[in-house]
Protein backbone atom coordinates (compact mmCIF):
# COMPACT_ATOMS: atom_id res chain seq x y z
CA UNK A 1 0.00 0.00 0.00
CA UNK A 2 1.84 3.02 -0.93
CA UNK A 3 2.05 5.91 1.55
CA UNK A 4 -0.26 9.33 1.06
CA UNK A 5 1.45 11.96 -0.60
CA UNK A 6 2.59 14.39 2.07
CA UNK A 7 3.48 17.82 0.50
CA UNK A 8 7.02 18.54 2.05
CA UNK A 9 7.86 22.22 3.71
CA UNK A 10 10.40 24.10 2.21
CA UNK A 11 12.68 25.85 4.18
CA UNK A 12 12.76 29.78 2.83
CA UNK A 13 15.26 30.97 0.37
CA UNK A 14 18.45 32.93 1.61
CA UNK A 15 19.82 34.48 -1.33
CA UNK A 16 16.72 36.96 -1.91
CA UNK A 17 17.47 37.85 1.86
CA UNK A 18 20.89 38.31 0.90
CA UNK A 19 20.16 40.50 -1.90
CA UNK A 20 17.85 42.61 -0.19
CA UNK A 21 20.36 43.39 2.49
CA UNK A 22 22.87 44.37 0.19
CA UNK A 23 21.01 46.75 -1.71
CA UNK A 24 19.89 48.13 1.44
CA UNK A 25 23.66 49.07 2.09
CA UNK A 26 23.81 50.55 -1.48
CA UNK A 27 20.58 52.77 -1.07
CA UNK A 28 22.17 53.81 2.26
CA UNK A 29 25.40 55.01 0.37
CA UNK A 30 23.64 56.23 -2.35
CA UNK A 31 21.36 58.35 0.19
CA UNK A 32 24.31 59.58 1.95
CA UNK A 33 26.24 60.21 -1.44
CA UNK A 34 23.28 62.29 -2.57
CA UNK A 35 23.90 64.23 0.77
CA UNK A 36 27.26 64.83 -0.10
CA UNK A 37 27.10 66.05 -3.21
CA UNK A 38 24.05 67.80 -2.86
CA UNK A 39 26.50 69.82 0.54
CA UNK A 40 29.30 70.02 -1.91
CA UNK A 41 26.71 71.68 -4.57
CA UNK A 42 25.70 74.09 -1.98
CA UNK A 43 29.37 74.85 -0.62
CA UNK A 44 30.60 75.12 -4.11
CA UNK A 45 27.33 77.79 -4.69
CA UNK A 46 27.91 79.30 -1.73
CA UNK A 47 31.61 79.80 -2.33
CA UNK A 48 30.89 81.34 -6.06
CA UNK A 49 28.49 83.50 -4.20
CA UNK A 50 30.73 84.96 -1.88
CA UNK A 51 33.63 85.40 -4.75
CA UNK A 52 31.37 86.97 -7.22
CA UNK A 53 28.57 88.74 -4.83
CA UNK A 54 30.25 88.37 -1.32
CA UNK A 55 32.11 90.90 0.37
CA UNK A 56 35.33 90.47 2.73
CA UNK A 57 36.54 92.46 5.90
CA UNK A 58 40.17 92.20 6.56
CA UNK A 59 42.95 93.33 8.85
CA UNK A 60 46.10 94.00 6.97
CA UNK A 61 47.69 91.40 9.45
CA UNK A 62 47.11 88.98 11.10
CA UNK A 63 49.42 89.91 14.30
CA UNK A 64 49.76 93.07 16.34
CA UNK A 65 51.35 94.94 19.66
CA UNK A 66 49.95 97.54 21.71
CA UNK A 67 51.14 99.90 19.42
CA UNK A 68 49.08 98.38 16.55
CA UNK A 69 47.16 100.84 14.40
CA UNK A 70 44.86 97.67 12.51
CA UNK A 71 44.44 98.83 8.59
CA UNK A 72 41.49 97.36 7.84
CA UNK A 73 39.96 96.24 3.71
CA UNK A 74 36.72 96.12 2.59
CA UNK A 75 36.09 94.42 -0.73
CA UNK A 76 33.76 93.41 -3.21
CA UNK A 77 33.33 91.97 -6.65
CA UNK A 78 29.89 92.54 -6.94
CA UNK A 79 28.94 95.82 -9.30
CA UNK A 80 25.50 96.22 -7.33
CA UNK A 81 26.89 95.81 -3.97
CA UNK A 82 29.65 98.00 -4.36
CA UNK A 83 27.14 100.81 -5.56
CA UNK A 84 24.64 99.55 -2.54
CA UNK A 85 28.23 100.50 -0.27
CA UNK A 86 29.11 103.39 -2.24
CA UNK A 87 25.51 105.13 -1.38
CA UNK A 88 25.53 104.09 2.25
CA UNK A 89 29.23 103.84 3.84
CA UNK A 90 30.09 101.08 5.94
CA UNK A 91 31.14 101.11 9.08
CA UNK A 92 32.97 98.21 11.00
CA UNK A 93 33.74 97.20 15.22
CA UNK A 94 36.28 94.59 16.56
CA UNK A 95 35.07 92.14 18.90
CA UNK A 96 36.82 90.28 22.23
CA UNK A 97 35.01 86.97 23.13
CA UNK A 98 31.77 88.10 21.17
CA UNK A 99 31.72 92.05 23.11
CA UNK A 100 32.25 95.07 21.00
CA UNK A 101 35.34 96.60 21.91
CA UNK A 102 35.90 100.66 23.18
CA UNK A 103 38.93 101.95 22.27
CA UNK A 104 40.91 105.11 22.14
CA UNK A 105 38.52 108.40 22.19
CA UNK A 106 35.97 105.83 23.94
CA UNK A 107 34.79 104.73 20.20
CA UNK A 108 33.38 101.25 19.21
CA UNK A 109 32.37 102.37 15.56
CA UNK A 110 34.23 102.85 12.91
CA UNK A 111 34.01 103.59 9.52
CA UNK A 112 35.13 102.65 6.46
CA UNK A 113 36.23 105.47 3.20
CA UNK A 114 35.63 104.26 -0.38
CA UNK A 115 39.30 104.42 -2.28
CA UNK A 116 38.94 105.19 -6.11
CA UNK A 117 42.41 104.00 -6.60
CA UNK A 118 41.81 100.64 -5.63
CA UNK A 119 38.28 100.40 -5.44
CA UNK A 120 38.20 99.17 -1.73
CA UNK A 121 37.02 100.81 1.71
CA UNK A 122 39.75 101.47 4.17
CA UNK A 123 39.72 102.37 7.72
CA UNK A 124 42.02 101.76 10.99
CA UNK A 125 41.58 100.83 14.47
CA UNK A 126 43.83 101.68 17.18
CA UNK A 127 44.45 99.26 19.60
CA UNK A 128 43.22 100.26 22.85
CA UNK A 129 45.71 100.86 25.82
CA UNK A 130 47.55 97.75 27.28
CA UNK A 131 44.54 95.76 25.87
CA UNK A 132 44.41 91.97 26.69
CA UNK A 133 46.12 89.31 24.53
CA UNK A 134 43.82 87.16 22.44
CA UNK A 135 41.95 87.46 19.38
CA UNK A 136 39.89 90.02 18.13
CA UNK A 137 37.34 89.59 15.18
CA UNK A 138 35.79 92.24 12.92
CA UNK A 139 32.54 92.72 11.97
CA UNK A 140 30.93 94.55 10.06
CA UNK A 141 28.20 97.17 11.31
CA UNK A 142 24.47 98.01 10.27
CA UNK A 143 23.97 95.76 7.20
CA UNK A 144 22.03 92.70 7.96
CA UNK A 145 21.55 92.23 4.16
CA UNK A 146 24.93 91.55 3.82
CA UNK A 147 25.29 88.77 6.53
CA UNK A 148 24.96 85.80 4.39
CA UNK A 149 27.36 87.13 2.07
CA UNK A 150 29.97 88.62 4.29
CA UNK A 151 33.16 86.57 5.60
CA UNK A 152 34.81 88.47 8.29
CA UNK A 153 38.87 87.92 9.25
CA UNK A 154 40.40 88.28 12.66
CA UNK A 155 43.98 89.52 13.79
CA UNK A 156 45.96 88.46 17.00
CA UNK A 157 47.08 91.06 20.13
CA UNK A 158 50.35 89.78 21.45
CA UNK A 159 52.55 90.90 24.13
CA UNK A 160 56.65 90.72 23.35
CA UNK A 161 58.47 88.89 25.89
CA UNK A 162 61.51 91.19 27.22
CA UNK A 163 65.23 89.62 27.57
CA UNK A 164 65.14 88.97 31.06
CA UNK A 165 66.57 90.95 33.56
CA UNK A 166 67.82 89.50 37.00
CA UNK A 167 65.65 90.56 40.44
CA UNK A 168 67.47 93.18 41.94
CA UNK A 169 68.94 94.82 38.88
CA UNK A 170 70.68 98.74 39.53
CA UNK A 171 72.26 100.90 36.67
CA UNK A 172 74.36 104.12 37.65
CA UNK A 173 73.65 106.52 34.91
CA UNK A 174 76.43 109.40 33.72
CA UNK A 175 74.48 112.21 31.57
CA UNK A 176 77.49 114.33 30.23
CA UNK A 177 79.20 114.30 27.06
CA UNK A 178 82.18 115.85 28.76
CA UNK A 179 85.69 114.56 27.84
CA UNK A 180 86.46 111.57 30.56
CA UNK A 181 90.35 112.04 30.08
CA UNK A 182 89.81 115.44 32.16
CA UNK A 183 87.79 114.35 34.89
CA UNK A 184 88.62 114.83 37.83
CA UNK A 185 86.41 112.71 40.34
CA UNK A 186 86.21 112.35 44.51
CA UNK A 187 85.88 108.76 44.95
CA UNK A 188 84.18 107.33 48.33
CA UNK A 189 87.59 106.96 49.87
CA UNK A 190 88.01 110.81 49.68
CA UNK A 191 90.96 110.28 47.28
CA UNK A 192 91.10 112.21 43.82
CA UNK A 193 91.55 109.85 41.09
CA UNK A 194 90.69 110.01 36.91
CA UNK A 195 87.46 108.72 35.67
CA UNK A 196 87.57 105.43 37.76
CA UNK A 197 86.32 106.74 40.35
CA UNK A 198 82.86 107.17 38.34
CA UNK A 199 82.97 103.13 38.74
CA UNK A 200 84.10 103.44 42.57
CA UNK A 201 80.56 105.23 43.33
CA UNK A 202 78.89 102.61 41.11
CA UNK A 203 80.46 100.02 43.29
CA UNK A 204 79.51 102.01 46.18
CA UNK A 205 75.43 102.12 45.60
CA UNK A 206 75.64 98.02 44.34
CA UNK A 207 75.33 99.11 40.55
CA UNK A 208 75.23 96.26 38.38
CA UNK A 209 75.13 98.74 35.25
CA UNK A 210 76.76 101.51 34.21
CA UNK A 211 75.00 103.61 31.95
CA UNK A 212 76.65 106.50 29.99
CA UNK A 213 75.38 109.29 27.04
CA UNK A 214 77.11 108.31 24.67
CA UNK A 215 75.23 110.35 21.82
CA UNK A 216 74.48 113.71 22.03
CA UNK A 217 74.17 116.28 19.28
CA UNK A 218 75.50 118.55 17.46
CA UNK A 219 79.35 117.88 17.18
CA UNK A 220 82.23 120.12 18.38
CA UNK A 221 82.78 121.19 14.94
CA UNK A 222 80.50 122.74 12.49
CA UNK A 223 77.68 121.04 10.61
CA UNK A 224 78.90 117.44 12.67
CA UNK A 225 76.53 115.40 14.29
CA UNK A 226 77.60 113.31 16.87
CA UNK A 227 79.67 114.53 19.85
CA UNK A 228 82.77 112.12 19.75
CA UNK A 229 85.24 113.16 22.31
CA UNK A 230 84.68 110.35 24.10
CA UNK A 231 83.89 107.54 21.42
CA UNK A 232 87.61 106.17 21.29
CA UNK A 233 87.73 105.56 25.66
CA UNK A 234 84.59 104.02 25.47
CA UNK A 235 86.18 100.28 24.39
CA UNK A 236 88.46 101.15 27.64
CA UNK A 237 86.08 102.33 30.12
CA UNK A 238 83.79 99.08 29.25
CA UNK A 239 86.66 96.95 30.30
CA UNK A 240 87.28 98.56 33.30
CA UNK A 241 83.69 97.74 34.18
CA UNK A 242 84.04 94.46 33.45
CA UNK A 243 87.00 93.84 35.61
CA UNK A 244 84.98 95.10 38.34
CA UNK A 245 82.01 93.09 37.48
CA UNK A 246 79.70 95.90 36.26
CA UNK A 247 78.01 95.93 32.80
CA UNK A 248 78.37 98.64 30.40
CA UNK A 249 75.83 100.58 28.96
CA UNK A 250 75.71 103.87 26.36
CA UNK A 251 72.49 105.84 24.87
CA UNK A 252 71.32 108.01 22.51
CA UNK A 253 69.50 111.40 22.88
CA UNK A 254 67.41 110.49 20.17
CA UNK A 255 65.06 113.47 18.91
CA UNK A 256 66.57 116.60 20.95
CA UNK A 257 70.12 118.44 20.30
CA UNK A 258 71.87 120.98 22.50
CA UNK A 259 72.46 123.37 19.88
CA UNK A 260 70.34 126.05 18.42
CA UNK A 261 66.76 125.39 16.21
CA UNK A 262 67.91 124.81 13.14
CA UNK A 263 71.40 124.46 13.85
CA UNK A 264 71.69 120.96 11.79
CA UNK A 265 70.93 121.80 8.54
CA UNK A 266 70.58 117.99 7.58
CA UNK A 267 67.39 117.81 9.96
CA UNK A 268 63.57 118.94 10.15
CA UNK A 269 63.40 120.42 13.55
CA UNK A 270 60.20 119.78 15.21
CA UNK A 271 57.41 123.20 15.60
CA UNK A 272 56.04 124.92 18.62
CA UNK A 273 53.82 127.79 18.58
CA UNK A 274 54.51 130.84 20.73
CA UNK A 275 52.74 134.28 20.65
CA UNK A 276 50.19 132.71 18.15
CA UNK A 277 52.66 131.54 15.54
CA UNK A 278 54.77 128.30 14.00
CA UNK A 279 58.87 128.59 15.64
CA UNK A 280 61.51 126.32 15.31
CA UNK A 281 62.58 123.89 18.31
CA UNK A 282 65.95 122.78 19.22
CA UNK A 283 64.29 119.30 18.94
CA UNK A 284 63.99 117.39 15.53
CA UNK A 285 61.04 116.25 14.46
CA UNK A 286 59.92 112.43 14.73
CA UNK A 287 59.10 112.87 11.00
CA UNK A 288 62.67 113.03 9.71
CA UNK A 289 63.76 110.43 8.21
CA UNK A 290 67.65 111.16 8.45
CA UNK A 291 67.57 111.57 12.29
CA UNK A 292 66.72 107.78 12.42
CA UNK A 293 69.18 106.50 10.12
CA UNK A 294 71.65 108.56 12.29
CA UNK A 295 70.53 106.76 15.51
CA UNK A 296 70.53 103.49 14.08
CA UNK A 297 73.87 104.21 12.98
CA UNK A 298 75.13 105.18 16.15
CA UNK A 299 73.64 102.59 17.93
CA UNK A 300 75.06 100.18 15.15
CA UNK A 301 78.66 101.72 16.60
CA UNK A 302 77.91 100.90 20.17
CA UNK A 303 76.61 97.58 18.92
CA UNK A 304 80.12 96.59 17.49
CA UNK A 305 82.24 97.75 20.68
CA UNK A 306 82.41 94.13 22.55
CA UNK A 307 82.69 95.63 25.80
CA UNK A 308 79.31 97.34 25.63
CA UNK A 309 76.77 95.32 27.32
CA UNK A 310 73.68 97.87 27.15
CA UNK A 311 72.20 99.99 24.12
CA UNK A 312 69.71 102.72 25.09
CA UNK A 313 67.90 105.21 23.55
CA UNK A 314 66.89 108.92 25.53
CA UNK A 315 64.17 111.66 24.70
CA UNK A 316 63.07 109.18 22.35
CA UNK A 317 59.34 110.71 22.01
CA UNK A 318 58.10 114.40 21.30
CA UNK A 319 60.71 116.64 23.01
CA UNK A 320 59.44 119.48 22.42
CA UNK A 321 56.80 120.63 19.76
CA UNK A 322 55.20 118.30 17.57
CA UNK A 323 53.02 120.31 15.58
CA UNK A 324 54.37 119.91 12.04
CA UNK A 325 52.62 116.47 12.24
CA UNK A 326 49.28 117.40 12.66
CA UNK A 327 48.80 116.29 8.03
CA UNK A 328 49.74 113.02 9.13
CA UNK A 329 48.13 112.74 12.83
CA UNK A 330 44.45 113.46 10.69
CA UNK A 331 45.62 111.50 7.95
CA UNK A 332 46.16 108.22 10.42
CA UNK A 333 43.11 108.62 12.86
CA UNK A 334 40.55 108.94 10.32
CA UNK A 335 37.84 109.13 12.99
CA UNK A 336 38.77 112.68 14.03
CA UNK A 337 36.21 114.73 12.53
CA UNK A 338 38.63 117.80 10.97
CA UNK A 339 38.49 120.84 11.02
CA UNK A 340 36.59 123.08 8.23
CA UNK A 341 38.92 122.92 4.77
CA UNK A 342 41.73 121.30 6.23
CA UNK A 343 42.53 120.28 3.39
CA UNK A 344 43.05 123.45 1.71
CA UNK A 345 44.36 125.28 4.32
CA UNK A 346 48.20 126.34 4.70
CA UNK A 347 50.68 124.40 6.87
CA UNK A 348 50.81 127.04 9.19
CA UNK A 349 47.67 127.37 9.52
CA UNK A 350 47.05 123.90 10.24
CA UNK A 351 49.95 123.79 12.78
CA UNK A 352 47.87 126.97 14.70
CA UNK A 353 44.55 124.72 14.68
CA UNK A 354 46.18 121.14 16.15
CA UNK A 355 47.78 123.33 18.94
CA UNK A 356 45.28 125.64 20.14
CA UNK A 357 42.71 122.35 19.93
CA UNK A 358 45.51 120.25 21.99
CA UNK A 359 45.94 123.04 24.69
CA UNK A 360 42.28 123.94 25.03
CA UNK A 361 42.26 120.03 26.15
CA UNK A 362 38.11 120.48 25.86
CA UNK A 363 37.53 117.43 23.16
CA UNK A 364 38.63 114.38 25.38
CA UNK A 365 38.52 112.27 22.42
CA UNK A 366 40.82 114.19 20.49
CA UNK A 367 43.52 114.68 23.34
CA UNK A 368 43.13 110.47 23.64
CA UNK A 369 43.96 110.36 20.25
CA UNK A 370 46.86 112.00 19.89
CA UNK A 371 48.28 111.30 23.21
CA UNK A 372 47.94 107.42 21.31
CA UNK A 373 49.10 108.58 18.17
CA UNK A 374 52.31 110.10 19.44
CA UNK A 375 53.21 107.05 21.48
CA UNK A 376 52.20 104.66 18.05
CA UNK A 377 54.45 106.64 16.32
CA UNK A 378 57.71 106.76 18.87
CA UNK A 379 57.12 102.69 19.31
CA UNK A 380 57.37 102.45 15.24
CA UNK A 381 60.51 104.34 15.69
CA UNK A 382 62.07 102.50 18.25
CA UNK A 383 60.79 99.29 16.42
CA UNK A 384 62.78 100.15 13.48
CA UNK A 385 65.62 100.85 15.24
CA UNK A 386 65.38 97.42 17.36
CA UNK A 387 65.59 95.46 13.68
CA UNK A 388 68.02 97.55 12.05
CA UNK A 389 70.59 97.27 14.74
CA UNK A 390 69.57 93.71 15.18
CA UNK A 391 71.33 93.01 18.25
CA UNK A 392 70.62 90.78 20.79
CA UNK A 393 72.00 93.27 23.63
CA UNK A 394 68.98 94.61 25.76
CA UNK A 395 67.68 97.86 24.29
CA UNK A 396 66.08 100.31 27.46
CA UNK A 397 64.17 103.40 26.80
CA UNK A 398 63.90 106.66 29.26
CA UNK A 399 60.27 106.86 29.62
CA UNK A 400 58.66 109.88 31.64
CA UNK A 401 56.26 109.22 34.17
CA UNK A 402 53.71 111.90 33.83
CA UNK A 403 50.43 110.30 33.28
CA UNK A 404 51.96 106.98 32.16
CA UNK A 405 54.55 108.47 29.65
CA UNK A 406 51.17 109.50 27.72
CA UNK A 407 51.54 112.98 28.58
CA UNK A 408 54.64 113.20 26.67
CA UNK A 409 53.42 110.74 23.57
CA UNK A 410 55.36 107.36 25.17
CA UNK A 411 53.68 104.36 26.74
CA UNK A 412 55.33 101.71 28.19
CA UNK A 413 53.24 98.76 27.17
CA UNK A 414 54.00 99.66 23.20
CA UNK A 415 57.45 100.07 24.29
CA UNK A 416 57.82 96.68 25.52
CA UNK A 417 56.46 95.59 22.30
CA UNK A 418 58.35 97.82 19.96
CA UNK A 419 61.75 96.06 21.16
CA UNK A 420 62.59 98.39 24.77
CA UNK A 421 63.64 95.08 27.16
CA UNK A 422 63.53 97.64 30.22
CA UNK A 423 61.71 100.79 29.98
CA UNK A 424 63.43 102.98 32.66
CA UNK A 425 61.18 105.78 34.09
CA UNK A 426 62.15 108.61 34.71
CA UNK A 427 60.65 109.59 38.35
CA UNK A 428 61.06 113.01 38.34
CA UNK A 429 60.13 116.72 39.21
CA UNK A 430 56.64 116.09 41.37
CA UNK A 431 56.40 117.24 44.27
CA UNK A 432 54.54 114.63 47.15
CA UNK A 433 50.84 114.73 45.80
CA UNK A 434 52.48 114.78 42.37
CA UNK A 435 54.22 111.54 42.90
CA UNK A 436 51.35 110.33 44.72
CA UNK A 437 49.35 110.53 41.87
CA UNK A 438 52.12 109.17 39.30
CA UNK A 439 51.99 106.00 41.26
CA UNK A 440 48.44 105.72 41.67
CA UNK A 441 48.36 105.94 37.57
CA UNK A 442 51.14 103.05 37.24
CA UNK A 443 49.65 101.32 39.79
CA UNK A 444 45.74 100.96 38.18
CA UNK A 445 47.78 100.70 34.53
CA UNK A 446 50.60 98.01 34.36
CA UNK A 447 51.30 94.58 35.50
CA UNK A 448 54.93 93.04 35.78
CA UNK A 449 53.72 90.79 33.19
CA UNK A 450 53.15 94.01 30.52
CA UNK A 451 56.70 95.62 31.03
CA UNK A 452 60.08 95.27 32.75
CA UNK A 453 60.74 98.73 34.29
CA UNK A 454 63.79 100.48 35.75
CA UNK A 455 62.34 103.22 38.27
CA UNK A 456 64.93 105.89 38.67
CA UNK A 457 65.18 108.86 40.70
CA UNK A 458 67.28 111.80 39.98
CA UNK A 459 70.00 112.92 42.47
CA UNK A 460 68.99 116.95 42.54
CA UNK A 461 67.82 118.87 45.94
CA UNK A 462 65.90 121.26 44.03
CA UNK A 463 63.82 118.54 41.89
CA UNK A 464 62.47 117.16 45.48
CA UNK A 465 61.12 120.71 46.40
CA UNK A 466 63.75 121.54 48.60
CA UNK A 467 62.64 118.97 50.80
CA UNK A 468 63.73 119.06 54.79
CA UNK A 469 65.49 115.54 54.73
CA UNK A 470 66.64 115.64 51.05
CA UNK A 471 68.45 112.28 50.85
CA UNK A 472 65.69 110.73 53.00
CA UNK A 473 62.92 111.93 50.15
CA UNK A 474 64.94 110.27 47.67
CA UNK A 475 65.12 107.18 49.18
CA UNK A 476 61.33 107.29 50.24
CA UNK A 477 60.19 107.80 46.88
CA UNK A 478 62.05 105.06 45.37
CA UNK A 479 60.97 103.03 48.29
CA UNK A 480 57.34 103.60 47.43
CA UNK A 481 57.80 103.33 43.30
CA UNK A 482 59.55 99.75 44.25
CA UNK A 483 55.96 98.52 46.32
CA UNK A 484 53.67 100.40 44.53
CA UNK A 485 54.11 100.88 40.84
CA UNK A 486 52.82 97.64 39.32
CA UNK A 487 49.34 96.05 40.50
CA UNK A 488 50.49 92.46 40.70
CA UNK A 489 54.14 93.32 43.10
CA UNK A 490 57.20 94.96 43.84
CA UNK A 491 59.32 96.36 41.01
CA UNK A 492 62.92 94.56 40.49
CA UNK A 493 64.81 97.11 39.04
CA UNK A 494 66.19 100.59 39.56
CA UNK A 495 68.30 103.21 38.32
CA UNK A 496 69.67 106.22 40.11
CA UNK A 497 70.30 110.01 37.82
CA UNK A 498 73.31 110.01 37.69
CA UNK A 499 76.76 110.63 39.09
CA UNK A 500 77.37 113.89 37.47
CA UNK A 501 75.08 115.53 39.26
CA UNK A 502 75.68 113.70 42.44
CA UNK A 503 79.10 115.04 42.62
CA UNK A 504 78.73 118.98 40.91
CA UNK A 505 74.87 119.35 41.22
CA UNK A 506 72.41 120.91 43.53
CA UNK A 507 73.05 118.72 47.02
CA UNK A 508 71.88 121.16 48.66
CA UNK A 509 73.18 121.04 52.30
CA UNK A 510 74.11 117.50 51.46
CA UNK A 511 77.32 115.71 50.36
CA UNK A 512 78.16 113.51 47.68
CA UNK A 513 77.83 110.28 49.99
CA UNK A 514 74.94 111.17 51.73
CA UNK A 515 72.95 111.52 48.40
CA UNK A 516 74.55 108.09 47.37
CA UNK A 517 74.23 105.88 50.69
CA UNK A 518 70.32 106.72 50.12
CA UNK A 519 70.91 105.06 47.07
CA UNK A 520 72.93 102.48 48.54
CA UNK A 521 69.96 102.19 51.22
CA UNK A 522 67.14 101.48 47.85
CA UNK A 523 69.68 98.97 46.52
CA UNK A 524 69.48 96.98 49.74
CA UNK A 525 66.05 97.28 50.09
CA UNK A 526 65.66 95.90 46.56
CA UNK A 527 67.53 93.41 46.75
CA UNK A 528 66.55 92.16 50.52
CA UNK A 529 62.46 92.92 49.17
CA UNK A 530 62.46 90.65 46.26
CA UNK A 531 60.36 87.75 46.22
CA UNK A 532 58.77 88.77 49.67
CA UNK A 533 55.44 89.54 50.06
CA UNK A 534 54.40 93.41 49.36
CA UNK A 535 53.12 95.40 52.08
CA UNK A 536 51.53 98.71 52.72
CA UNK A 537 54.29 101.15 50.84
CA UNK A 538 56.04 103.75 53.49
CA UNK A 539 55.94 107.57 52.34
CA UNK A 540 55.06 110.69 53.46
CA UNK A 541 51.41 111.48 54.64
CA UNK A 542 50.62 113.21 51.98
CA UNK A 543 52.17 110.69 49.55
CA UNK A 544 49.82 107.89 51.49
CA UNK A 545 46.74 110.06 51.02
CA UNK A 546 46.94 111.55 47.71
CA UNK A 547 47.64 107.67 46.77
CA UNK A 548 44.32 106.88 47.84
CA UNK A 549 46.15 103.10 49.13
CA UNK A 550 47.40 102.17 45.81
CA UNK A 551 50.12 101.06 47.62
CA UNK A 552 48.34 98.07 49.05
CA UNK A 553 48.67 94.58 47.38
Known amino acids: MMAPFMPTRRRPRKAPLAAWSIDRRLLSRLILAAAALYAAHRGVSRLWRVWEYGVRLEPQAALYGHDGLVRVTLATRSPETAAGLRRDPPSFSVLKDGKVVTTIG????????????????????????????????????????????????????????????????????????????????RAPDGSLKDWTGLLDWAQYVGADAFWVLGGQSPGLTRGSIWNDDNLSL???????????????????????????????????????VSSGRPVLTRAISLDDPRRLEDIIERLKGFRDIPEVD??????????????????????EMPFLKRPPGWSHLPRAEKMLLLARKKVARKDSVFIDAWQWWRAHKVAGIVRRIKKAVGSRKPLWTFTLSWDKGWHHGQDPVMMNDAGADIDAVMLYEADDRQYAQIMKDWHSYVRRKDVQLALGDIIDWWLHQHAPDGPEEFYRRLKLAIDTIYADGRAHAVFYHDIGRALHGNLGPWTTKDWMNAAKRVTEYLRESKGKPRKAAEGTRKQEKAAGGAGKS
Open 106 to 185: KKSLFSLAYDTSTGRWTGAWPCPWNAPQGVYTLALEKRPDLALDLSAGSFRIERRRPAPLKPGFVALTLETVQPFKNMRV
Open 234 to 272: YPAIGRECHRRGIKFGLYVQCYLTMGRPGALRRYEYAVD
Open 310 to 331: FLGLDYIRNALGGYELADEFYG
